[in-house]
């Protein structure tokens, strides 16, 4: 083989190579920018609901304010003012702990 050759073929592996190049690029920033945070987040709510605890006051996803009165494997109970009403809730709808500036 000649050096000519040599160089034609090398050069043709190096354009395949550079070719894949923005795709892995694409890949990378995607993973970074998109799923990387959604993983963190998944996380940081996971373990926010099984810390949960009997007099947490807590907020819904739909909306519903109230203080947790009893946990279930699955559902929770909770004590919705003004009428002290008692609904139970799954798990899964708890969107966040109230702080407690927000409680008052």
Do not use: C, H
Not at 69 to 92: F, H, T, Y
């Amino acid at each position: 083989m000649t050096l000519t050759a040599i160089l034609m073929l090398q050069s043709a592996g190096g354009g395949a190579l550079v070719g894949l190049m923005p795709i892995v690029l694409m890949v990378a920033v995607f993973y970074f920018l998109l799923l990387a945070p959604q993983q963190r987040r998944q996380k940081k709510w996971q373990a926010m609901v099984n810390e949960l605890q009997t007099g947490d006051k807590v907020i819904t996803n739909g909306g519903l304010r109230g203080t947790i009165i009893s946990i279930k494997d699955d559902a929770v109970q909770l004590r919705v003012p003004p009428d002290n009403l008692r609904l139970e809730v799954a798990r899964s709808s708890i969107a966040s702990v109230a702080k407690p500036e927000e409680a008052a």
